[in-house]
């Protein structure tokens, strides 16, 4: 199994985190992004998340070999890709550590690399009919598929 | 040369497509960069770009070789 995984369908969290179990393990820091059904003071019915593949699983799984390195835990990523409804688990990060401070530092890292290196796009599909991809910060892109 | 050219998101939508095979004289990725968002009408300049080419990031003094996969890849918003 990969440590990094990219996933058309729904994400277990709890076989994910089964997955960290280890004896000399003393903390377990989990982190789940949900979709939310408002960005930027709009009202958001849906997500889609497109996604390169073969590139966002190499990078993945450098980010979480990264993390292992800096901060010597065991570490498990999953994100989703396709369509998402409010309140669906869009990605999840698990840290095992021997102590907490290594494995909140560890999730919080992978999160924000994540976030910024792995090729995936996120695109809101609001409630007014308009859709747009956005930005890493949330802003949409300017361009004929944006929101405006 | 052959290039065979990936697109995501918002360069997705712009190009119609999710991939295309083209010719174009250009090894320079940037030069490349600049037919293709005028051929399509991309909005994104290339500062905002990062590159992609066979599946790995590359940077942009990177000469194109003919048959690469080339991927430009709009800022990401995982997560």
Known sequence: MNAFTLSESAIDGSALAAALADAAAGACVTFEGWVRNRNDGRAVLRLDYQAYAPLAQAEGERILAEAAQRFGVAARCAHRTGSLAIGDLAVWVGVSAGHRDAAFAACRYIIDEVKQRVPIWKNEHYADGESGWLHPDNTPVAGPAAAG | ?79
């Open chain 2, 1 to 79: 040369m052959k290039f065979r050219i990936l697109y995501f998101a918002s360069l997705r939508d712009a190009a119609g497509c999710d991939a295309e095979q083209i010719e174009s004289a250009h090894a320079d990725a940037r030069a490349l960069y600049e037919e293709l968002r005028t051929r399509h009408g991309i909005v994104l300049s290339a500062g905002r770009i990062r590159l992609a080419v066979n599946g790995e990031f590359a940077t942009w003094d990177r000469a194109l070789r003919d048959g690469d996969e080339v991927a430009f890849l709009p800022p990401m918003s995982g997560g």
